[in-house]
Structure formats: structure tokens, C-alpha cells
């Protein structure tokens, strides 16, 4: 079986050496970049990248600008790296599309697991499901959002949102639920995390957006008529 291949960005080598041996114990390929510049060399170089360990302070080109330009071209989950633990930096990460986001000093073996996680998720849309709702069409297997016949551009975690809001319209899903089940493991910062999501998401779906309702004081719900039900073909 070909071995996923991981971009690790670091600008101390103590840690991308760290890193890249406990990855490459999970049978893991490791390419690696000491600054943000050289990171987006090899990222558009090399097509077969399957996640990217970013940290965010760099020589040359930061981490944020990093994640802005594999933003731009590709979905590729993204793992930031940071001695920063401010809340603001968080909620950055994830408005620009980052995935997981782990603070320095971590455990190795955490981070290794979460990578995990995070490729059994992309790798779980492998499926030849497509989700249907008024318009809405969702296709796992190719990981593209319509509405209407227009395509949408959704992050990797909105495109995550989204499929989960689908695959439970008319259920009443508590913040706690959705990030137990979209992020997959114990997230413990501010539930705001969420509701930034859930508002780029209403975003790009436009008038469609109105079918995620807010549910004040719990969470978020996918209701459209009661007629109305999640079709999977294929």
C-alpha cells in the first residue's frame, strides 16, 4: 500500500525531526520545510501531499499566509503547529480553513493520533453516496457542493458541516454534538468555533442557508419541510 505523504513546516529542526520520526514509525512518507516560502514551493511542487503540519511563526512566509495559499487551490486538511494558545489565533485558524489546531509543548503521540483522525475522515467521503436536499446536492465521493447547479466552494470542515447538518435534517444537534462528530474529538475552546463555521456556511449557500436554524441556547438544526428528506444515491 503507497505510504500518505505528510508536508511538515517548522523553522526549528529539533521539532521537525520530533515530529517526523514518530510519523514515520506510523509508516507515515514525511517531506519537510523550514520556512513558509519553502513550504509553498514543495506544497505546488509535489501533488501528492495528503496533510500539512503548519507552524504559524516563520521566517520569509508565516503560517497564516501559507494556509491563505493552499486555501486558494486545494482542500487538503491542515494541521496548525503553535507556541500561540491566544483564542483570536484559534478562531483565525479555523476561519482560514485550518482543521485541527494544537498548541506547543503537545504530546507526539497526540498529534499522531489526531493526524490520523483527521485522514480517516477524508478518506471516510470515499464513498459513492450523494446527499440531496431542494436543490442541495452533496457527492462524498468527489467532494463537491451544488445548489441549484451551481457549484460552491466549501472549505474541507464546512463541507463536513454541511454533510453532517444533511445527513441529520429535522434533528436538533447541540454544539457539543457537532464537534464531537465534525471535528471528532473532545474540542474544549469556545463554541464560537462553530458558529463562525456555521456562518460561512450560510454564506456561501446563499438563501439555502436559512435551512440551518439557530437553536439559541443549544446548538443548530437542518429543517426544511417535513416532506422533504436526505436522498443517498448510488
Known sequence: MERLKILVVDDESRMRKLVRDFLVKRNYEVVEAEDGSQALDIFFEQNDIALVLLDIMMPKVDGWQVC????????VPIIMLTAKSDEKDELQGFELGVDEYISKPFSPKILVARVEALLRRVNAYNTEDI??????IVDKS?????????????SFKEFELLTYFMENAGIALSREKILNNVWNYDYFGDARTIDTHVKKLRSKMGEKGNYIKTIWGM??????DAKEKCERKG
Request: proline fraction near 0%; glycine fraction near 10%.
Open 68 to 75: 491563505r495559499e493552499i486555501r486558494e487551490y486545494s482542500k
Open 131 to 136: 446527499l440531496e436536499i431542494k436543490g442541495i
Open 142 to 154: 468527489a467532494h463537491t457542493v451544488s445548489i441549484e447547479g451551481k457549484s460552491v466552494d466549501l
Open 219 to 224: 446548538g443548530y438544526k437542518f429543517e426544511v
